[in-house]
C-alpha cells in the first residue's frame, strides 16, 4: 500500500508563490513519474506538470513559465513551485505517483488533495 501525503496549500495573493510538497511512502518498490494535478470547482481534473524518474517535466500552458516540478528521490518526495500566482490558479491540487514492481506492474496512488485559493 502507498500513501502519498500532500502539504502547502493556503490562501495567497495574486502574484504570491507557494510550495506543494508531496511525500510517498509505504510498500514502494519502485517510483515512476510523479506529477500534479488540480481541479477547480464545477472542472474536470486536469495535470498541471509531471516529472519522470529520468528527470524529464512537462507542463500545462497555463503554468508553462510560472510553475516548477522537481522531485527528490531519496525522500520520495515531489515538488510544484509555483510563481506569480493567478485567481485562476485556484483548485484542489492533487499529486499522483505512478508506482511499480515486477509482481503487479504498474498501479497509481494519488494524494487527498491540498486548497489553494489566490485573491485579494
Known amino acids: 500500500q502507498v500513501q502519498l501525503v500532500e502539504s502547502g496549500g493556503g490562501l495567497v495573493q495574486p502574484g504570491g508563490s507557494l510550495r506543494l510538497s508531496c511525500a510517498a511512502s509505504?510498500?514502494?518498490?519502485?517510483?515512476?513519474?510523479m506529477g500534479w494535478y488540480r481541479q477547480a470547482p464545477g472542472k474536470e481534473r486536469e495535470l498541471v506538470a509531471s516529472i519522470t524518474s529520468g528527470g524529464t517535466t512537462n507542463y500545462a500552458d497555463s503554468v508553462k513559465g510560472r510553475f516548477t516540478i522537481s522531485r527528490d528521490n531519496a525522500v520520495r518526495t515531489v515538488y510544484l513551485q509555483m510563481y506569480s500566482l493567478k485567481p485562476e490558479d485556484t483548485a484542489v491540487y492533487y499529486c499522483?505517483?505512478?508506482?511499480?514492481?515486477?509482481?503487479?506492474?504498474?498501479?497509481?496512488?494519488w494524494g487527498q488533495g491540498t486548497l489553494v485559493t489566490v485573491s485579494t
Open positions: 499522483k505517483v505512478d508506482h511499480s514492481a515486477p509482481w503487479y506492474g504498474h498501479r497509481d496512488a
Open positions: 509505504g510498500s514502494i518498490y519502485n517510483i515512476n513519474t
